[in-house]
């Protein structure tokens, strides 16, 4: 069975969510949309402090090609537009709606009727995109529009619909193939004439076997597309990782997936497309998976941005006494988040509730030059030597030692035996990195 073959983990799955159905969960009492949601330059308010809203409606328009428009999740009125915590604790531009009943614009087709729209152009189909302002929805959150514009010089060769899900606990992506397959077909069909290619292979991993025969009976209807059956091993779901399990190509180093004539989108982005361009529907909701070793109800939310995560705990029981830590994302790339008030965004995959004696990190001990976190590797780097060169704050000694190519998929940090931080340096290395090119650049 296809796998890549650099690297790898394999973590307890515990995707204990899913079996768990799409639930609509209640609409809140106030919303955060921040206006960095996504990759690129954050989105300019097109809305005032004590503005009515409707549901769907425009609120704040994408900054740059590199950027996204944000729609109103909800119906209400504009209470104020000021930096607001977001995942990370720190403060970042949002607009705070305080809700108001449900009323959706006209526009918005909320039946449930599957619309095939075939007349559309390419041109039309990312203006689409960018329009409703559909950015990646498995973490990355990059601008869709700016995806399907293939470059000049470049040409798209195959479409890969990312269905992996191998992060540990989440769900979302598994519930959408059974409930949504076919909106999902439909909307891998739009990217494909948007790229434009002739093929489109659906990766799913082998633990998933009902959505791989799911998808594969419905796939059947759509000439180009297939499902490509995986091996599960994290973090398979990388954009690298699947190019080469999936078409045997590698993406080189600094490169993107285009320099091999592979595109990548997740499943929840192909539903998204689907809704933008058939229903002209705008991505103000999604699907979140709420899941716990102690929680009440492990579920998976259809939710709307900007919903405080402490909504989607109590609706799945409350949190648990023995909790340690929440997490936004999957245990392996999520990040701890510092307080419930944090809101969705469009980026927002799961939220995990991890027992106290999961989440304590153990006592750091000295590298016994096992390599193992090399081995582990998906990237080919050697994060003991990253780790060190952090540490001393050598900067230049990480760029020339690929730490820019570091995924953050965490398998260096979840194998090495020695409890070190591996994964924390190299952030905290990449981020210094960056900005030694941008002054550079400057």
């Not at 607009?95 to 095939?116: L, N, P, S």
């Not at 919903?307 to 990040?335: C, F, H, Q, W, Y």
């Not at 230049?396 to 260096?412: H, K, N, P």
């Amino acid at each position: 069975m296809k796998t890549f073959r650099k690297g790898g983990v394999h973590p307890a799955e515990n995707k204990i969510s899913s079996g768990s159905s799409i639930l609509d969960l209640p609409v809140p009492g106030l919303v955060t949309v921040h206006l960095s949601q996504h990759l690129g330059v954050p989105a300019q308010p097109v809305v005032d402090k004590g503005d009515s809203v409707r549901t769907g409606q425009l609120i704040a328009k994408s900054a740059g090609f590199v950027s996204a428009n944000i729609h109103s999740p909800v119906s209400g009125t504009v209470q104020k537009i000021e930096p607001v915590p977001d995942i990370t604790g720190y403060p970042k531009m949002a607009i705070v709606i305080e809700v108001r009943g449900d009323e959706w614009i006209e526009t918005i087709d909320r039946t449930d009727t599957i619309v095939r729209p075939d007349k559309l152009s390419r041109e039309e189909i990312i203006a689409r995109i960018s329009e409703m302002g559909v950015v990646g929805m498995g973490g990355a959150t990059f601008p869709s529009h700016v995806k399907v514009s293939v470059p000049k010089g470049k040409k798209a060769e195959i479409l890969i619909i990312n269905g992996v899900e191998c992060e540990p606990y989440l769900t979302s992506d598994h519930r959408l193939m059974l409930e949504k397959g076919e909106e999902i077909l439909i909307g891998a069909g739009f990217l494909m004439r948007a790229l434009p290619v002739d093929q489109a292979v659906i990766g799913i991993e082998k633990n998933k076997p009902d959505a791989i025969e799911h998808l594969r009976k419905l796939s059947s209807g759509y000439p180009g597309i297939r499902v490509e059956p995986l091996k599960v091993k994290y973090p398979q779901g990388g954009e690298k990782q699947l190019i080469k399990a999936i078409t045997g190509r590698e993406v080189p180093s600094g490169g993107l997936p285009i320099d091999v004539g592979a595109v990548v989108h997740n499943i929840g982005t192909a539903f998204a497309v689907y809704e933008a361009i058939a229903k002209n529907k705008p991505l103000f909701e999604r699907v979140v998976t709420v899941t716990g070793k102690s929680l009440a109800k492990n579920a998976n939310f259809k939710v709307r941005i900007g919903t405080p995560v402490s909504s989607l705990i109590e609706a799945a029981g409350g949190l648990p006494d023995d909790t340690g830590k929440v997490i936004s994302g999957g245990p392996m790339m999520g990040r701890a988040l510092p307080g419930l008030n944090a809101p969705v965004t469009k980026g927002t995959s799961g939220i995990v509730v991890m027992k106290a004696n999961e989440s304590v990190r153990k006592t750091v001990m000295n590298c016994i030059r096992c390599a193992r976190c090399a081995s582990a590797c998906p990237m080919g780097l050697e994060p003991y030597f990253l780790m060190s060169l952090g540490d001393a704050r050598r900067w230049e000694e990480m760029e020339t030692a690929r730490a820019l190519d570091c995924m953050e998929c965490g398998s260096c940090s979840f194998t090495c035996p020695s409890n070190r931080p591996l994964l924390d340096y190299i952030r905290i290395g990449k981020t210094n990195v960056n900005r030694i090119l941008k002054a550079r650049k400057s």
